[in-house]
Nanobody, 124 residues
Framework: QVQLVESGGGSVQTGGSLRLSCEVS????????VGWFRQAPGKEREGVAA??????TQYTNSVQGRFTASRDNAKTLYLQMNSLQPEDSAMYYC???????????????????RGQGTQVTVSS
């Protein structure tokens, strides 16, 4: 059972930045796709960024150019979020899925493993 723990959420003003981290209980290697999704109250889960087993990343359109997802060669994922907007406010979750896995923002919503989430609030 893969375990994930997010950190780094908080409250910022419009235009601010936050960096989320996610500690994974197993080494993030070519066995896993990894990424981030978010969910705001009353809204559907939305995939934000997905990294495939080769390290290629896909982003949902609304964050393209503002968010950067990355992983180190050990057990940590990151999501750098710049130019934050109020519509980015949500609970953010990191997620993982064993290969074979589909690393798209749409597919990440159904991945097998996810953390408990960290809250991001952006005020205008």
């Amino acid at each position: 059972q893969v375990q994930l723990v997010e950190s780094g959420g908080g409250s910022v003003q419009t235009g601010g930045s936050l960096r989320l981290s996610c500690e994974v209980s197993e080494y993030i290697d070519e066995r896993y796709c990894v990424g981030w999704f978010r969910q705001a109250p009353g809204k559907e889960r939305e995939g934000v960024a997905a990294i495939d087993i080769r390290g290629n990343t896909q982003y949902t359109n609304s964050v393209q150019g503002r968010f950067t997802a990355s992983r180190d060669n050990a057990k940590t994922l990151y999501l750098q979020m710049n130019s934050l907007q109020p519509e980015d406010s949500a609970m953010y979750y990191c997620a993982a899925d064993r290969r074979p896995c589909v690393a798209t923002p749409q597919a990440i919503r159904g991945w097998d493993y996810r953390g408990q989430g960290t809250q991001v609030t952006v005020s205008s």
